[in-house]
C-alpha cells in the first residue's frame, strides 16, 4: 500500500527517504518498499546513508563496507559499491551499504561532484529507496536529493505523540518533504549488528 500511495498519482515518485528513530523499522520497511517496486518490474537502487548502524546491510545480510560513505568521500564509484540482491529470484534490487564510519565529511567541492555523479547514477533506477534513520543521515541524503519525499516510521505503543511531532519537524527542517507515515504494529524485526556482518 506505501508502495501504491508513491507511485499510483500522476506524477510518480522515483526516489523516497526513509526515516524514524528505530534503524531496523527503518530497514525493513525500508526493504518492503524496494521489493515491492522490484515487483512491479522497477528496477531498483536501495541505498543505506547510515554507515554507523548499517541497517540495510544488517537487512540484507551483507557486508557493511565498500558504501555509501566511501563513495561520498569520492574514495570510490557509485557503481563500484553497488551490489545486486534478489537477482536469484528475477527481482531487479541493487543495494549500496553504509559504507565505512568516517570521522570527517567530505569537503564540499567533493559533495557536489558526489552528488552530480549519484544523480547520472540514479538515473539508471526507476525507484530509489534512502534509509536516513538518524538525523545526520537524512542531512546526507538531503545533500544528494533536493528535498526528498520521505516516509517516517512510528511503533504503535513506542513512539510518542511529542516523539513523532519533533521526527516530523525535523524531517521538514532537514529540507526534506514529509509524504506520510508508516506504522508499525508488529513486533520489532532483529537485524544483525554491525559488528557481526
Known amino acids: 500500500m506505501l ?4 507511485t499510483a498519482t500522476g506524477t510518480r515518485t522515483r526516489t523516497v527517504a526513509v526515516s ?3 534503524r531496523a523499522v527503518v530497514a525493513t520497511v525500508a526493504g518492503r518498499l524496494s521489493l515491492a517496486a522490484a515487483a512491479d518490474a522497477r528496477a531498483t537502487l536501495v541505498v543505506d546513508a547510515d554507515a554507523e548502524g548499517s541497517p540495510v546491510a544488517g537487512y540484507y545480510g551483507e557486508s557493511p563496507e565498500p558504501g555509501f560513505s566511501d563513495a561520498l568521500a569520492g574514495v570510490r564509484l557509485w557503481r563500484e559499491v553497488t551490489r545486486p540482491i534478489g537477482a536469484s529470484d528475477g527481482l531487479s534490487i541493487d543495494v549500496i551499504p553504509g559504507g565505512a564510519i ?3 565529511e567530505p569537503d564540499g567541492a567533493t559533495k557536489e561532484s558526489a552528488r552530480a555523479e549519484f544523480a547520472r547514477f540514479r538515473s539508471e533506477y526507476d525507484f530509489c529507496v534512502i534509509v536516513a534513520p538518524s538525523e545526520s543521515s537524512l542531512a546526507l541524503a538531503c545533500s544528494l ?3 526528498p519525499v520521505t516516509v517516517l516510521c512510528a511503533e504503535i505503543g513506542r513512539t510518542g505523540l511529542s516523539r513523532l511531532q519533533a521526527d516530523a519537524a525535523r524531517i521538514r527542517e532537514s529540507g526534506a518533504v514529509l509524504h506520510g507515515l508508516a506504522v ?3 513486533e520489532l524485526p532483529h537485524l544483525a ?3 557481526e556482518l
Open 3 to 6: 508502495y501504491l500511495g508513491l
Open 20 to 22: 524514524g528513530d528505530d
Open 102 to 104: 568516517r570521522a570527517e
Open 145 to 147: 536529493v533536493e528535498k
Open 184 to 186: 508499525w504494529d508488529a
Open 193 to 195: 549488528p554491525r559488528s
